[in-house]
């Protein structure tokens, strides 16, 4: 399905060539040409000058009776779909001659975001790291009554919301005498939605208090997990009897089991630095990048579970989108995701005031460089409130630090410590760092979340 640009330009019907179409170099230089002859004829009194000027005075008068009276109708659209980094995105730019003349050529520019690789006939097996450019022109050939297409496609390479237009024509005609004005279409937005990177985590959730879940919950109902033998009561199903304690017994005693139960995920992005170069997909993937594909991959990973999923931004906007499961939840995660950017300037908020709107038995997901202290103060506040937290560091392993002098690989080394350091302190506060590595990243640590969730509490 085609979606067409907002502002397409159609052909303007008008006979006033001054405004429309403009004389090129070309038509400049045969006037001049054919006036130096006959003034050099009419000086000199060389008739054979005449003969020279008089054919191309009357090729420019021909071409130009064959002028056209009105601009191209040009068209910009793209396939309506949902492209993922990596996908490939077609655009058509269509030019439309009603005239009752042909034009020699016609000339189309598409201006586009530097992450779209559209190109017309391009090698698709050319490398596709980092922005660039692409904006040349194609060269298309329209005849009278005829609309001609350009096709253009090509990978986008990052997640995101980018610009793709406006294009813009021009015209030749007049045997090259003439030239139209500029006919630019309006621009269209175009959303990559991130790449999910694999992702699985098997461990149980440490409180799932849902309804109808995946989830072994330590509520007594039907589930798979067994919780111990009873005696039968009223209502109890016959496929639950244990007939062995049963005949031990002379008592009729059924399997209890643990009901199985949905939960809560709250993903949280620490949006307040960034760090690392971007270079989309295939390339070397900067903080936010890992973030954003990250919480992709794990709202996906919950929500095909049947679990509650709902994301958090720790930044200057502080947008929140509420729990909810389900596809529908999915895709609306994936259009939250792409308005994230980084806010350095955010003002302080504390872990006490995110604690506010999320739910004590939801199981929260930081995923955060660890590159400010306030997002050290935000994990501590989160897990003083009593809120299971697990903190996943999104910077990249292999982030190294410009040269600028002796001492920079000293200072890196120092910020290195003093980061794990901090790492530490966090682990002291309940809250386990884990890098994130995606599938298995958050095992080992929902094990242990799960097992501090189920260890009896001290009563005062």
Same mark, same amino acid.
């Given at each position: ?119 017309? %006939? ?10 660039? %450019? ?13 609309? /001609? ?46 790449? /999910? ?114 994301? $958090? ?12 499961? %389900? ?17 350095? /300037? ?35 506040? $989160? ?78």
């Amino acid at each position: 399905m085609a979606q067409p640009a907002e502002g397409d330009l159609e052909p303007v019907a008008s006979t006033d060539t001054g405004d429309n179409w403009a004389p090129t170099r070309a038509l400049g230089r045969a006037v001049l040409l054919a006036g130096l002859l006959l003034v050099a004829a009419v000086l000199l009194g060389r008739t054979e000058l005449v003969i020279l000027a008089a054919p191309l005075a009357l090729s420019v008068a021909f071409a130009l009776g064959k002028r056209p009276r009105t601009l191209p109708g040009l068209r910009l659209s793209t396939v309506e779909s949902f492209p993922v980094e990596g996908g490939d995105l077609g655009a058509t730019v269509e030019v439309e001659n009603r005239d009752t003349v042909g034009y020699d050529l016609t000339v189309v520019q598409l201006q586009h975001s530097p992450w779209l690789r559209l190109e017309g %006939g391009a090698d698709p097996n050319a490398p596709r790291r980092g922005p660039r %450019g692409g904006n040349r022109p194609y060269v298309t050939f329209v005849p009278r009554g005829v609309a /001609t297409a350009v096709e253009l496609a090509g990978p986008a390479v990052r997640w995101g919301r980018h610009w793709l237009g406006p294009a813009s024509a021009h015209a030749v005609a007049a045997d090259g005498l003439l030239v139209s004005r500029a006919v630019v279409t309006g621009a269209l937005g175009v959303k990559v939605y991130p790449l /999910t990177d694999p992702f699985k985590a098997d461990e149980a959730m440490p409180r799932a208090a849902g309804l109808v879940g995946q989830h072994r919950s330590r509520r007594p109902g039907e589930g798979g997990e067994l919780a111990g033998v009873r005696q039968f009561a009223p209502g109890d199903r016959l496929r639950r009897v244990d007939w062995r304690v049963s005949l031990r017994t002379e008592r009729l005693h059924v399997a209890a089991t643990l009901s199985d139960r949905d939960a809560e995920v709250v993903v949280l992005l620490d949006l307040l630095a960034d760090a690392g170069r971007s270079e989309g997909v295939g390339g070397t993937a900067s903080v936010l990048d890992r973030s954003v594909r990250a919480a992709a991959a794990i709202a996906e990973h919950y929500l095909h579970r049947g679990d509650r999923v709902s994301v $958090l931004e720790y930044g200057a906007q502080a947008r929140r989108l509420r729990p909810a499961s %389900g596809r529908r939840q999915y895709l609306t995660v994936l259009e939250w995701l792409l308005d994230a950017h980084p806010s350095p /300037t955010a003002q302080e908020r504390g872990g006490a005031q995110l604690a506010a709107g999320i739910s004590s038995a939801a199981l929260v997901v930081v995923l955060t460089p660890l590159l400010d202290a306030r997002s050290a103060a935000m994990l501590a506040g $989160l897990s003083r409130s009593g809120r299971f937290v697990v903190a996943v560091d999104t910077l990249p392993s292999d982030l190294t630090s410009p040269t600028v002098n002796s001492w920079t690989d000293l200072s890196h080394r120092l910020w290195r410590a003093e980061r794990e350091n901090t790492m530490g302190q966090l682990g002291e506060h309940g809250v386990p760092v884990v890098a994130w590595a995606g599938a298995g990243s958050l095992d080992a640590v929902l094990r242990d979340v799960s097992r501090l969730a189920a260890a009896p509490k001290a009563v005062r």
